[in-house]
C-alpha cells in the first residue's frame, strides 16, 4: 500500500517562503509521477508542480512558474516543493500525489488530479498580506 506523507505548511507572512516536503512509503517502483496540488477555500484542487522520476520532466502551473519549484529524492522516495515569493493566493491545503505512470505513458507530468492514483493527507499553507 503506497501512503503519502506531506509536511512543512505553516503561516508565512507575504513574500516569504517555505518548503514542502512529501514522503512515500510503500512505492517500490522507480518510474512515477509526483507533485503538489493545492485546494484554496470554494475553489477546486488544482496542479502546482508535478514530476516524472524517469527523466526529470516537470509541470508548473502559470500561476507558480518562476516562484515555486519541485524536485525529488529517488533513493528516500521523496518530493519538495520549494515555494518563494508566496502571495496571499496561494493559501489553500496543498496535497501531495503520484501516480504509477512515468513519462513514457505520455500522460505525465500532469496537471490534472484525476491522473493521479495515490494521495496524501493535506498540509495548510496560509499567506497572510
Known amino acids: 500500500e503506497v501512503q503519502l506523507q506531506a509536511s512543512g505548511g505553516g503561516l508565512v507572512q507575504a513574500g516569504g517562503s517555505l518548503r514542502l516536503s512529501c514522503a512515500a512509503s510503500?512505492?517500490?517502483?522507480?518510474?512515477?509521477?509526483i507533485g503538489w496540488f493545492r485546494q484554496a477555500p470554494g475553489k477546486e484542487r488544482e496542479g502546482v508542480a508535478t514530476?516524472?522520476?524517469?527523466?526529470?520532466?516537470?509541470y508548473y502551473s502559470d500561476a507558480v512558474k518562476g516562484r515555486f519549484s519541485i524536485s525529488s529524492d529517488l533513493a528516500r522516495r521523496m518530493a519538495f516543493l520549494q515555494m518563494n515569493d508566496l502571495k496571499s493566493e496561494d493559501t489553500g491545503v496543498y496535497y501531495c500525489?503520484?501516480?504509477?505512470?512515468?513519462?513514457?505513458?505520455?500522460?505525465?507530468?500532469?496537471?490534472?488530479?484525476?491522473?493521479?492514483?495515490?494521495w496524501g493527507q493535506g498540509t495548510l499553507v496560509t499567506v497572510s498580506s
Open positions: 514530476l516524472t522520476t524517469d527523466d526529470g520532466s516537470t
Open positions: 510503500g512505492l517500490v517502483i522507480d518510474d512515477y509521477a
Open positions: 500525489a503520484a501516480d504509477r505512470s512515468g513519462s513514457s505513458w505520455g500522460l505525465h507530468p500532469s496537471g490534472d488530479p484525476s491522473l493521479y492514483e495515490w
